[in-house]
């Protein structure tokens, strides 16, 4: 009796695997036949082909965030990036339009502690809102109290970290304690430049510190080192120190770290805001410069001075240009650079109103150079207005000229207000939320302020709760737009405190208040009242309170 045949396992698989090859090979075939999206290319995505003749010379490697921003390229591009800020026209121009729309005059406190959570009433809530902002300003407002330079107010230095970050990439702002005599606050706030954090020199990067910034296992910060002066300063010292995010004793902040953007999860330091477009700003500025300089060529009497060969046989070819010679028969240049000449009647330059006596046999010819040249603004405003859309601002407002219809100058606008709301979200997070609450600290614990329960972290964050408020971002048409907020306001969709806030940054409540106060006032002293265009006249002052209630 013969046993059957059972294959050996390790043959058994082997097939299975070379039948299940050929069969994905097969597949693979026919799905190639099928399709037309990849002919031409190797790859699915035509993106990511090597054959594409368009795409050979296009091979960016794949880098970690410490990778795609190494030392040396970052600190290259601050160098630029300031350079831009200070020689080139357009670079200070984004930056500075940027810095007055998102922080112009500085982003203003609104206290807004959580009633609910706290189980205060509104009154109450309202009183310790208003008590909150009242000290606030005392610190804010003061730069002997604010600033450790003891030079800008918290609103200027806001524009200061601002401009800062987006030039330079980031910014520290340093919290030390330092009270003056005869002063109410020991809180300071000192801004450090994007160079002086970093591992120092001669010093490489380890797996938890990184360009001078040491993180735990999770990517937090924990510390910065700081050069005590300026690393490419010598006469500043030179000496590092690691600097704790937060204290250890009390866990204050030490450090605010605004970055202009950060742009990848595990990135920790920032990159310029105008690192994108530095290429071809300065294309654009040499461009913009040599046309300025054919344009102020050209605006005076460009000629060339044509000689009458000589008759004589033996002068041919004999009168060549030279600047040296006291010889009268020979040829002197006609356009010189040079401010020291032998003589008037040598040197013959360009000028305004210039008047020649030119030689015997001498000819002036006039030169077109066709400037200015027609083709520039076209060329200019369609690079600007990519330059625009790579830095999010509409080149109107780069340019400050509006000279399209109302709706596309609307349009610019509105994508400039969402520019300007994620810049002020973000400046308020990273730099003045935390200051604020720095401050509120310092309150509590001298007194100033009674705030029950705030030593818990629950009702600490329900007290600090705040709104930072930004200059608005003003009105085209301001008759048209009253009317929409009107409008708004009577179909629900908003209410006049949105209304008031977002017109001039006041809270409705005091702007109500101001304005019963000046009708009370005008009443009582025989001053018409204008509401809508008509007068008002009221014989019992106190109906305002009415009105208002």
């Known amino acids: 009796m013969r046993l059957p045949f059972f294959p050996k396992p390790e043959a058994s698989l082997a097939s299975e695997r070379e039948r299940f090859a050929r069969d994905e090979i097969s597949r693979l075939r026919q799905s190639q036949q099928s399709t037309t999206a990849n002919v031409g290319s190797e790859t699915r995505h035509r993106g990511a082909s090597q054959m ?11 880098g970690s965030p410490r990778q795609d921003a190494p030392t040396g390229e970052r600190e290259m591009l601050i160098s630029r990036s300031r350079d831009a800020y200070r020689n080139h026209m357009l670079g200070r121009a984004a930056i500075n339009r940027a810095a007055t729309n998102v922080v112009g005059m500085g ?42 330079e003891g030079a800008l107010d918290f609103y200027m230095l806001q524009r200061l970290a601002f401009i800062s970050a987006m030039v330079s990439g980031d910014v520290l702002g340093m919290t030390p304690y330092s009270r003056l005599p ?78 202009n953007e950060k742009g990848r999860p595990g990135e920790v330091r920032g990159v310029p805001y105008l690192a994108p477009i530095l290429e071809a700003l300065q294309k654009l500025e040499r461009f913009s410069q040599a046309e300025l300089t054919a344009a102020v060529i050209s605006a005076m009497f460009t000629v060339a001075i044509k000689h009458d060969r000589s008759e004589d046989p ?61 083709q520039f603004d076209p060329f200019f405003m369609a ?23 109302y709706t596309a100058a609307r349009a610019a606008f509105n994508q400039l207000w ?53 200059e608005p971002l003003g009105a085209l048409n301001e008759q048209v737009e009253a009317r929409a907020a009107t409008e708004r306001i009577a179909n629900g969709t908003s209410n006049e405190t949105l209304e008031t806030m977002a017109l001039h940054g006041e809270d409705w409540l005091d702007v109500a208040q101001d304005r019963a106060r000046e009708i009370r006032w005008k009443r009582n002293n025989g001053v018409p009242v204008f509401v809508g265009g008509k007068v008002h006249d009221s014989p019992n002052p106190d109906d305002v309170d009415k009105e208002t209630e």
């Open 52 to 62: 594409v003749r368009s795409m050979l010379s296009w091979l960016p490697g794949l």
């Open 107 to 148: 982003l203003s406190v609104r206290p807004n502690v959580d009633a609910e959570a706290l189980g205060l009433k509104d009154d109450e809530a309202n009183a310790i809102n208003g008590e909150l902002a009242r000290g606030f300003r005392l610190w804010a407002e003061n730069p002997l109290e604010c600033d450790a």
């Open 182 to 259: 005869g002063h109410i606050f020991g809180t300071k706030l000192q801004l450090i430049e994007a160079e002086r954090v970093s591992n120092g020199l001669g010093q490489r990067d380890k797996p938890d510190e990184i360009d001078g910034v040491r993180i735990d296992g999770l990517g937090r910060a924990t510390h910065y080192r700081v050069c005590r002066g300026y690393p490419s300063d010598h006469t500043t010292p030179q000496d590092f120190d690691w600097v704790p995010v937060y204290g250890e004793r009390t866990g204050r902040r030490r450090v605010l770290h605004l970055m």
């Open 314 to 374: 033996e002068d041919l070819g004999t009168k060549a240009w030279d600047s040296f010679s006291d010889d009268p028969n020979k040829a002197n240049p006609v356009v010189s650079s040079s401010g020291g000449g032998k003589g008037e009647g040598d040197n013959l330059t360009l000028g305004e109103g210039a008047i020649w006596n030119l030689d015997e046999g001498a000819e002036p010819v006039a030169i077109s150079p066709n400037r200015p040249n027609a």
């Open 383 to 405: 690079i600007v207005k990519e330059i625009g859309a790579a830095l999010e601002q509409p080149s109107e407002v780069l340019l400050m000229h509006f000279s399209t219809s």
């Open 418 to 470: 969402k520019f300007i709301k994620q810049r002020r979200h973000h400046l308020g997070v990273q730099f003045c939320q935390p200051t604020y609450e720095l401050v509120i600290d310092e309150l509590v614990a001298r007194g100033m302020v009674k705030l029950p329960g705030y030593r818990d972290p629950a009702k600490r964050r329900a007290y600090v709760r705040a709104l930072w408020v930004g």
